[in-house]
């Protein structure tokens, strides 16, 4: 049982950087792999990456890939997603999610997500 909270969110230019965080509630987030999801206003909620349970592998959507790191502290009960040069597409409701599957960059293995955090990027 884990609850998430995301925040970091807010309006940046384009070509600028955001640090988005997660914290986890629960006791045992260190079991859970973490992913950051993303949703666009009409559109599907899509993968953008994740991180296994150590921290160990990391999985990241072609769209961030090279631009974008995510990262956790299992002592904070925290994932953290560094988006830079950001670019007006990458606008979305920005969602952290944790899954016990293993298919980790696919939005059907994880089980508990937050509750978002907006990302505006303006031209």
């Known amino acids: 049982q884990v609850q998430l909270v995301e925040s970091g969110g807010g309006l940046v230019q384009a070509g600028g950087s955001l640090r988005l965080s997660c914290a986890a509630s629960?006791?045992?987030?260190?079991?859970?792999?973490m992913g950051w999801f993303r949703q666009a206003p009409g559109k599907e909620r899509e993968f953008v990456a994740s991180i296994t349970r150590s921290g160990g592998t990391t999985y990241y959507a072609d769209s961030v890939k090279g631009r974008s790191t995510i990262s956790r502290d299992n002592a904070k009960n925290t994932v953290y997603l560094q988006m830079n040069s950001l670019k007006p597409e990458d606008t979305a409701v920005y969602y952290c999610?944790?899954?016990?599957?293993?298919?980790?960059?696919?939005?059907?293995?994880?089980?508990?997500w937050g509750q978002g955090t907006q990302v505006t990027v303006s031209s």
């Open positions: 999610a944790a899954s016990s599957g293993i298919l980790i960059t696919w939005k059907s293995s994880y089980d508990v």
């Open positions: 629960g006791r045992t987030f260190s079991t859970y792999a």
